[in-house]
């Protein structure tokens, strides 16, 4: 597993994760960011895919991005923390990883999903991101992960965590 700082949209994976909202019509953060990178057909695309409920996630090609796919996952709002968030957090994860799995893709980099407008306290997001990782990683030989932090602050929250689980 890897931590990176920079931003999601330059990189050639197999597949971005999009920390979406339940319309998959696009928004602000890493949604806006992955929507402006990959062009309009994305948005048109994701027009017909009728949402995604929290907890769940769907793929769509990467359009214009240098990854080929995204998978767009909506994360819970952080309503204080027992509202279920941490097991929809968990749900992203696995749902983005099952897709991953299932188009056989191997380089996959998720945000610090819900962490930003969402509001999802980022030390206690980080260690759900690296326990969910570690379980698939152990599960899929040629599987790699890449744990995306914007800021320097979200890189101490996965580095914790990370050596927290070692
Ligand atoms: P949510 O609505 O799930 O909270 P946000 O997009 O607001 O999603 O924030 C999720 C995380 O993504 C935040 O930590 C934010 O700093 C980060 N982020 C924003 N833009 C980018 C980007 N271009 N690449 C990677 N991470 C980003």
Redesign the pocket.
């Known amino acids: 597993m890897h931590i990176w700082q ?4 330059t990189l050639a994976f197999d597949a971005i994760v999009n ?1 979406a ?1 339940s319309s998959l019509l696009g ?5 806006g ?1 992955i929507h402006r990178a990959a062009g309009p057909q994305l948005r048109q695309y994701c027009a017909n895919l009728g949402g995604c409920p929290t907890g769940e996630a769907r793929i769509t090609p990467g359009f214009r991005l240098p990854a080929r796919h995204v998978l767009h996952t909506v ?1 819970p709002v952080w309503r204080g923390g027992s509202h279920g968030e941490p097991g929809l957090l968990a749900a992203c994860f696995r749902a983005c990883l099952a897709l991953a799995n299932q188009h056989q893709l191997n380089t996959i980099a998720f ?10 306290p ?1 030390e206690l997001a980080a260690p759900i991101a690296v326990e969910e990782s570690l379980t698939a990683l152990a599960c899929r030989d040629k599987l790699q992960i890449t744990l ?4 320097t602050e ?1 890189v101490e929250h996965f580095a914790t965590a990370l050596s927290g689980r070692r």
Do not use: K, R
Not at 6 to 9: A, E, Q
Not at 27 to 31: A, N, Q
């Open positions: 920079g931003d999601i949209t920390a909202n928004g602000g953060g890493v949604d960011a994360g945000p610090a999903i819900s962490c930003g407008i969402y509001g999802y980022p995306v932090a914007f800021d979200m």
